[in-house]
């Protein structure tokens, strides 16, 4: 998670730290450098946006390009014609009371079984008594092409923002024109009106980001079409899995980390009044008002984050084209910062290969547990917020329904009915072992 050092000391406490891209340094519990430090976060909200992104689309008159050759009825649960094609699986806000590496609740819609579709996920919740899981995510798939998101947020208010984020971008997406023939432009203006609409909520006192904001990082792909497009802000990173000759899997990354010692990321806070700095003691360098310890963000590009924005910190993607080969591409790791703090992209990529494709929700759950293990073992009782998707970009796709009973019996955690699963660890950290794979 980004950090942002409070320009008051209402809370007492600092927000979250963040990576470095360098390789973990040893110590363990005795390291005095860091990378995560605990805030206290305002009290989770329920959002009033409409759950579930078909719900969406069978409310919206105004929904979408892509749709066109589809009527609405053809898009429910249960239509013969395509009703069994799509599916939608988004975050929901949780609470403190969450214990760590208990998984995320969610909402689901449709009645594919993910793994069928070569999708796996994993989002728990770390070490932070103080703070709710503060990542968040998406994955949506309708026909021939998917959309799937990261969002790690930071700050007081990073659970709503990261929240906020998730539920908006893929609805501003769909609705523009440009989604089916300009995707790049329509990736970046999504970006830039969630930020937009984060300023006006917090301007209504639904939640304050002034020192709160989250990274995003999107990727849209279109399969007829053989190609990936990538938007991202900040350090949640995505890396694509590519076979060589040997027949040996390659990482290759699909997004640069916004880190404020890029140099020109550097020039750029800079040349608005900010600095970018290392405090002693520090492991990430932070962006800060000039002559101020505000707002210590340590990344250069953020959704929300508006005294960062004054400092040079930008909501602009950048935006990626990706031509895909069946031959060559295998499959795509995104997550956040929680896995990249100690996982090289290399690394993740061995770790998933390990898997047999119809392993794939396996794969995301020891992705995590490995991440959660590192962390322990580096900083001893301080663990961030773990988030993973994996998105086989040549599943062998089954077109039969599922029973939502039979949904994926490993991710439980959906709204309905609303329970915790996968727990371990507890709130206080007195345990800190994630359940073995």
């Keep these: 998670m980004g950090s942002c050092m409070s320009k ?25 450098r860091r990378r995560l430090s605990v ?42 014609n395509g009703g069994g094609r799509r599916m939608s ?35 728990k919740k770390g070490l932070k008594p103080e703070s709710p899981n503060q990542d968040d995510f998406f994955i949506l798939r309708i026909d021939d092409w998917g959309l799937y998101g990261v969002f790690d947020g930071h700050g007081p208010y990073g659970h709503d923002i990261s929240n906020f984020c998730q539920q908006h971008v893929p609805r501003l997406l769909v609705q523009n024109p440009d989604f ?48 990936l497009y990538v938007a991202h802000v900040g350090d949640s990173r995505a890396v694509l899995a590519q076979k060589g000759p040997d027949g040996k899997l390659t990482a290759f990354d699909l997004t640069n980390d916004h880190k404020p010692n890029l140099e ?43 005294v960062g924005v004054s400092a040079g910190v930008i ?22 910062d929680g896995v990249w703090e100690f996982i090289q992209s290399q690394e993740a990529v061995d770790m998933v290969n390990k898997y047999p494709k119809a392993q794939v929700q396996e794969a995301a759950e020891s992705l995590a547990a490995e991440s959660w293990s590192r962390w322990i073992s580096e900083e001893g009782n301080v663990v961030d917020d773990i988030t993973a998707q994996i998105i086989y970009l040549y599943p062998p796709v089954s077109h039969v329904p599922h029973s939502p009973k039979t949904w994926d019996a490993n991710m439980t955690g959906a709204a309905e ?9 507890s709130a206080n950290g007195s345990t800190h072992t994630p359940p073995p794979n």
């Design 39 to 80: 805030s206290q976060s305002a009290q989770a909200k329920d959002t009033d946006a409409p759950r579930g992104f078909i719900n969406f689309i069978e409310k919206n008159e105004n929904v979408l390009p892509v749709f066109a050759e589809k009527s609405k009825d053809e898009l429910k649960p249960g239509a013969p």
């Design 264 to 306: 020109h990321e550097k020039r750029r806070i800079h040349a608005s009044g900010g600095q970018v700095r290392r405090l002693e003691g520090d492991i990430p360098y932070r962006v800060f008002l000039k002559g101020k310890l505000y707002p210590g963000l340590a990344m250069s590009r953020a959704l929300g984050d508006t």
């Design 180 to 227: 089916v023939t300009k995707p790049k432009e329509a990736l970046k203006a999504a970006f830039l009106e969630v930020h937009k609409m984060l300023e006006n909520e917090s301007m209504k006192g639904k939640f304050d980001c002034s020192l709160s904001g989250s990274t995003g990082t999107v990727i849209l792909h279109r399969s007829k079409d053989q190609k």
């Design 315 to 336: 909501p602009e993607p950048e935006v990626n084209e990706v031509s895909l080969s069946e031959n060559r591409d295998i499959f795509v790791v995104m997550c956040s």
């Design 8 to 32: 008051s000391n209402s809370t007492g406490k600092q927000n979250m730290g963040n990576t470095t891209g360098q390789p973990a340094s040893p110590g363990g519990a005795q390291n005095q």
């Design 89 to 123: 699986l988004s975050g929901i806000v949780g609470d403190n009371q969450q214990r760590g590496f208990e998984n995320k609740h969610f909402d689901r819609e449709g009645d594919f079984n993910l793994v069928d579709m070569g999708l796996g996920y994993a989002c």
């Design 417 to 425: 009915p609303r329970r915790a699963i996968s727990v371990q660890g």
